[in-house]
Nanobody, 125 residues
Framework: QLQLVESGGGLVQPGGSLRLSCVAS????????IGWFRQVPGKEREGVSY????????DYADSVKGRFTIFRDNAKNTVYLQMNSLKPEDTGVYYC??????????????????WGQGTQVTVSS
């Protein structure tokens, strides 16, 4: 069974840090680009970050540039999202997802195939 599982979410104060993990089972991630998205109730799913299959290319939404870092360890079949200097507006359910094909529309959810179940991140004092 092909599955992505996110973990590492939680409650953190503004200015704090979290590291999210996205682990694949039933398949290997090394042939897939991976995106991280987040969603809050009543809003569309928002692209946060992307990493290519090799890890050689990364992209970030303007709202998280300089604060978030995406990286991967293909030997562990895992992609990470290090989130620093967290703000209340970073609150949401964070999802990882896989994609293949040309590197266009990197933050369009329709370009992604397999999705995890999400992990909740809450930034609040």
């Amino acid at each position: 069974q092909l599955q992505l599982v996110e973990s590492g979410g939680g409650l953190v104060q503004p200015g704090g840090s979290l590291r999210l993990s996205c682990v694949a089972s039933g398949f290997t991630l090394d042939s897939y680009g991976i995106g991280w998205f987040r969603q809050v109730p009543g809003k569309e799913r928002e692209g946060v970050s992307y990493i290519s299959s090799s890890g050689g290319r990364t992209d970030y939404a303007d709202s998280v540039k300089g604060r978030f870092t995406i990286f991967r360890d293909n030997a562990k079949n895992t992609v990470y999202l290090q989130m620093n200097s967290l703000k209340p507006e970073d609150t949401g359910v964070y999802y990882c997802a896989t994609r293949q094909g040309p590197r266009i529309e990197l933050f369009n959810p329709a370009r992604y195939v397999y999705w995890g179940q999400g992990t909740q991140v809450t930034v609040s004092s």
